[in-house]
């Protein structure tokens, strides 16, 4: 999948506070067709209402990509209501701390694709670094698909094993808070 393919199928946002809202803005800076996405959050900001995404409504039957970008406390009342997405068509990308990849597949599948992202704080300003690792389920195409809609909000690098992620948000999450 390439990202046209992608953003041909659409894609979903679930959360859009302020890391969503921040790569929401990366993606339509660059060109993205705010029409192409669907945003899921119980209180959107009029930030988000004003840029002409679909906001709240009907999703489409196989969106190319959910990213889901809610709090961890909120995750076992979000994942569950995406569980019909859950399948070989849909990439699942999180940007969600603390949710590994093997609870996304219990609740969504263990044939869905699902890839797993840190993004730190100075992403929400467009300069941070993204971490991502994915499940074997995600071709290299897909993944280059992902590095890009991470991208604008920073840099990607990619992990070599999920357990470097523990490391990554350790570190690299929450350390350049106390600077930024």
């Known amino acids: 999948m390439d990202l046209t393919q992608a953003m041909d ?60 970008a ?9 994942l569950p209501a995406l569980q019909a997405f859950g399948n070989a068509q849909t990439v699942f990308l999180s940007i969600a701390a603390g949710t590994p990849i093997s609870k996304f597949a219990q609740v969504l599948g263990e044939n869905t694709p699902i890839i ?3 993004p730190n704080t100075p992403a929400a300003v467009g300069k941070g670094i993204t971490a991502m690792i994915a499940n074997d389920l995600v071709s290299e195409a897909t ?10 909000i920073g840099q990607v690098v990619r992990l070599q094993t999920e357990g470097q992620m523990d490391a990554v948000t350790g570190v690299s ?5 106390y600077v930024f």
Request: proline fraction near 8%; glycine fraction near 12%.
């Open 9 to 68: 199928r659409g894609l979903v946002l679930l959360g859009c506070g302020k890391m969503g809202s921040a790569m929401l803005a990366g993606w339509l800076a660059r060109g993205l067709d705010p029409k192409l996405v669907w945003v899921i959050d119980p209180k959107p900001s009029d930030w988000v209402l004003s840029q002409g995404v679909r906001v709240n409504e009907t999703l489409p039957a196989a969106p190319a990509i959910v990213l889901v």
């Open 70 to 78: 809610v709090k961890p406390q909120m995750m076992g009342d979000a």
């Open 116 to 118: 797993r992202a840190m």
């Open 143 to 152: 993944m280059d698909v992902a590095h890009e809609l991470l991208s604008a």
């Open 173 to 177: 999450g929450s350390g350049p808070a």
